[in-house]
């Protein structure tokens, strides 16, 4: 990066130094002096200067400038509503347009007294009104999807939600329909806004119009507090704040980390957290008693667990989710490994440290110069928030380029482009990543995970004991952590085979029957503790709900003692113990709200353990079949019926090239087959996916397997 | 006096639409000549035959030439787009260019290619005029089946109605399959137009007079017309006289000759009320403006604009209001709904004018009509909402009597004789009937 | 023109530019030519797959003008412009006329859906006022006095 030009101007007789071409609203701010705005949001896209809010004047012309459009140059001499009578009257009369058919319903709405319309009308805005007529009249509140309500009454056709949807998200379903004082913003033909990222716009909207269904009417702003977490639902760790009232959690708002989530969040992440309050939700510790279960005392519990896991003499199993804070795994391990040697476990998934030596801010990727998506399975139903990144870089100029695996041209191509970024989802990277230099500056390799805290998990379990597994057989007990796990059919078929099960988990139905003895779980959003994200960033996540059950590492705790393992029922002190081990003894404190990403730890190759992350399908005729874990799908999303509209639907995704050669239309029905399973499905067209493979989600993907045959 | 015409030279004489009938007349001769020249050059004569745009802005074409970068300092390709959505109130001369000497129009195009060195034209034609289209493109096949292109291209692009779409910016949006809605400037797009290009955007008259520019030369060229703005153009004669119609004159003709030597006066012998001099979005003039000459400057200093020289002329049967009315309704149903004081302001004018007109109107709803005016003018994203109070505020200036009259009477003084009285407009047929009403 | 028809055709006015998105507009005017004069749910469908843009954008886009028809048009259409020029000569009287002989106000359809009544803004034609436009062709100047036999012409088509 060559040094930056820096230019002088005034704003408001303030005389001002920033780089040349920084937007004016930035310039004046820097200035101390706010140049009001409602259309004009730098992360959807170059400004379109629609609302005129921003009216400045600028010496030199004649007319009143939109400042949201203008850049800062040099000698510039710019005067805002503060100093000049032309520029108020320009904000003032703007104001008062959009007031001329706004129903001014603040008492009832939702987005009172956070809302930036009704702000800028105290600070710039007219006193009364001289709208004598009727106004614009629509029915309201229309629902765009199960998760949000549109009222076009309080819209100020600001475009910012019609942007998102058309510029970041690239989903072009949120849509302007009409013309003129006619215009409305709308869906097609009404059909519900779906896609991973619909929620987003309810933030982007500065007025009351698109508002969160479940949150309505939940809570005034005086009400309410936010507390600063991370989300837990997927590897990516977006910065959340989320909002409670009477220690129950009432929405999950975005709480911008620039170099993460950019101030984005997935639907998952934002709405899902109605699991909190499942029908099925465990609460208190219960033994079988089959067929039914009896309610224990805590006291009771740990009897009943300590007895348990002296019964299996060691010959223990334990199958972590991935969604346990680092603190849990590492008590978990704790007591097991050092307290009756029981070494083995069934971790989440595999952790391939060697990308540490490639690791980057997300954000790199939005300056990549070529984006390279190794894998077939789709990043934003493993990591959301990379596609927005992906997108961005695709608009920035990079070519973005799709290979189901790595080959010696792809390296070459790494190699030679001077910012390339690797992004591997459902293949073998790190050779690739090895062979395209991308320790360089400027470069990047991300291995996608399938669990929000897989990495944590196994650096704490290592952390917790030096000793090699080895797997018992029989399995005398086998101890299930977390709903993932749970619901996993490996471990499933494990708990078949073991003489006992205890589980850790938030939801009944899913874990009785088959367990001896259920001890209440609770969720990433109330806990305290640390996540490790894909980039191996470590992030500092919250307790912002009153749990129904004591924290799973006070428990443990109290179950260490009466194996002579000495552990802190607290989060902090455990921290402190692990972080000694595996992160360079960093305080928890430091973790910090907007936690920083640690250094590029370089791997002499081969690094660790060699990962396979490649499902190994022997060539034939027809089309290979990958299958995916949906975004929209596992044991939180399925307790939030409010999100069933988002489940994937029965589609089979096909490359346009393959659909061409088999004589398939788009939204067409096709059959689709393997050995003795045959499928109706709908055929999806994509540019997005290489040719020669067929894509389903696992839930619909039933029974097929290897290679399909596709057939219109 | 043939040879006063420019534009349409020999259309009344030939079959202009045929190639060899255009080619008989040394048609596409201009083209060679122009590709003989450096584009540098081509660019200096046109800036030299100060040839100004005759789509509403008069803007000099020569300069907006040399604006587009040249090859070497260009990130991606340069375009020409020819603005042919005519959709001016009172303004039909393009329509008669494309349908009568579209060759001549051709040429224009591709000369304004060679001088900004593109190999990419479209024509963005306004979606009403079909037997127009179908000419043109006759004309363009004919054309590249001859071989005049070179290594040059041209596209007819049919819009679909929506008069913003005249305004540049918001026509390059709706070339590139957007809502036509205008874009901020700057960037204008002779940086930064088509698919992000270096683009010069030329109305059809302007494209058209390149040809004769190169033909007369420079010299001859400016004898024609008035010092400032030599040439001719097609004024657009309608309303209320006897001989509407199209007329090429020199720049500079005065209201008088236009209206009463070529337009053989106002109709049964009536007397003239006000004068539209350049379609309905610029200001009006009253009968005492009868003199001014009609080229940029002169207009401009007599309080107007040339604009697209569509002369509207007003007998004294109408009612000023409610042809102020019908102006804003036009307006209200073309703003294109993206910047606020336009989307709303219109609607807003159109209101206050259906309650003066009603007579319920006050005199404090005069006051506000006026500030609105104020408050919409300069304020929006392009210059449809300024063209609305052009329009609007001009009537309300210089006929305030008449609209005082309206309210202090309690109602139109012309008591249904306006010639008028209750013209409906398609705002108040709902147009897209499918979708939430808004009552106007 | 048949389904495939209608997609080859897309294609080729996607390779007139440089960025294809561009035949939007030409491929909605195909498709309401393709639907019987104005554009169904299944033409928006249409168009949107062989652009490979969402029907949410070919809607935004076709709401925007007003020259495609959101729903059911008649075989015919009529056509008066009553802005300012074709106003001040009499267009008030041609409506009124025609909404007499169709027996329809302008905005809406002839019972027997054989003529659709509109009035458009500006057509370009205010020299030869007051302009009349019957199935895209223009008419000018049109007289009240010449209706009755104009609607005639047309219902014989
Ligand atoms: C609302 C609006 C409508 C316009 N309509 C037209 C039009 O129909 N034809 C045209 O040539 N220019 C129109 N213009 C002017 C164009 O924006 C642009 O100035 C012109 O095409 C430039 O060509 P010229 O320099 O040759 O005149 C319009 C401008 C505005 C603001
Ligand atoms: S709904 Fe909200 S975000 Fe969308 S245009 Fe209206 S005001 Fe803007
Ligand atoms: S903020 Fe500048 S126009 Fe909207």
Known sequence: MSSVELVTLVVDEVEVQVPKGLGLVETAAAAGIEIPVFCYEPR??????????????????????????????????????????????????????????????????????????????????????????????????????????????RCILCYRCTRFSGEVSEDGQLIARNRGAQSVIATFEDEPYRGQFTGNVIELCPVGALTSTPYRFEGRPWEIQ??????????VGCNISATTREGKIKRI????????????????????????????????????AAPRYDELSWDGALDEAEALIRGAEGRIVTALSGSETVELAFALGKLLRQGVGAHS????????HSYDAYTAPLSTIREAQLVVVLGDEPVAERAPIVDLWIREARRNGAEIVRQSEGDPELERRLREADRAVLIVSGADGADVARAGGLDRDGCAAFRLPQTANGRGVADAWAAAADAEAVNPEPIGLLIVSGDEAAANPDVRAMAEQAEKVIAIGMFRRLIAPWADLILPGTSYLERDGTYVNLEGRLQRIRRTAIPPAPDEVAVVSRLAERFGVGLSPHPAQVFEEVSGICYGGLPYGEVGEQAVLR???????????????????????????????????GPAVERVPALDFQRPPAEVELSRDDARRLGIANGQTVNVR???????????????????????????ATGLEGRVEVSA | MAAELTILTGADERDLTKLDQYRAIGGYAQLEKARGMGPEQLIETVTNAKLRGRGGAG??????MSLVPPPDKRRSPAYVVANADESEPGAFKDREIMRRVPHRFVEGCLIAAHGIQSQNVFIYIRGEYLTEYEVLSDAVEEARAAGVFGDCDVVVHRGAGAYICGEESALLDSLEGKRGQPRPRPPFPPVTGLYSGPTLVNNVQTIASLPAILELGVERYSELGVEAAPGTVVYSLSGNVNKPGNYELPLGTTLRELIFEHGHGIVDGRGLKAIIPGGSSVLVFTPDQIDVPLDFDSVQAAGSFLGSAAVIVVDDRACMVQLGLRGAKFYMHESCGKCTPCREGTRWLVQLLERIEGGEGTRSDLDLLRDVCDRILGKSLCALGDFAVYCVGSYVEKFYDEFKRHVDEGGCPFDGASSIDGVLAPSDTHVHKHLPLVPA | MTATEFHDRVQELRALYPDGRSAVMGALHLAQKRHDGWLPVEALEEVADAMELTPAHVQSVASFYDMYHLEPVGRHSIEVCTNLSCALVGAQAVVDALAEELGVAPGETTEDGAISFRLVECAGGCGYAPVVVVDQRYREPVRPDEIPALVEEIRGR
């Open chain 1, 226 to 235: 936010n507390v600063p977490s991370v989300c837990g639902m997927c590897p």
């Open chain 1, 599 to 633: 250094d590029r730890v370089p791997t002499s190759p081969p690094a660790g353990d060699k990962v396979s992350d490649t499902r190994h399908v022997s060539e034939g005729p027809g089309l290979r079949l990958v299958t995916y874990r949906a975004l929209f799908s």
């Open chain 1, 674 to 700: 393997s050995n003795g399973t045959s499928l109706e499905l709908r055929a999806r067209l994509t540019r997005e996916l290489t040719p020669g493979v067929a894509r389903i989600a696992d839930e619909h």
């Open chain 1, 44 to 153: 959807i896209g170059p400004p379109i200067g629609a609302c005129r809010m921003c009216l400045v004047e600028v010496d030199g012309q004649g007319k009143l400038q939109a400042g949201c459009t203008l850049t800062a140059q040099d000698g510039m001499v710019v005067r805002t509503a503060q100093t000049s009578e032309k520029a108020a009257d320009g904000q003032n009369a703007t104001l008062e347009f959009i007031l001329v058919n706004h129903p001014l319903d603040c008492p009832v709405c939702d987005k009172g007294g956070e809302c930036p319309l009704q702000d800028l009308t105290f600070r710039y805005g007219p006193g009364n009104t001289r709208m004598t007529f009727p106004k614009r009249t629509f029915d309201k509140p229309i629902p765009i999807s199960p998760l949000i309500a549109l009222d076009r009454e």
């Open chain 1, 253 to 288: 708002l975005s709480r911008n980390h620039p170099e993460v989530d950019g101030g984005w969040l997935c639907d998952k992440g934002r709405f899902a957290h109605g699991h909190l309050e499942a029908s099925d939700r465990v609460v208190d510790p219960l033994r079988r």
């Open chain 2, 59 to 64: 803007f000099a074409m020569g300069r907006k």
């Open chain 1, 345 to 352: 476990a069934l971790l989440p998934e595999p952790v391939d």
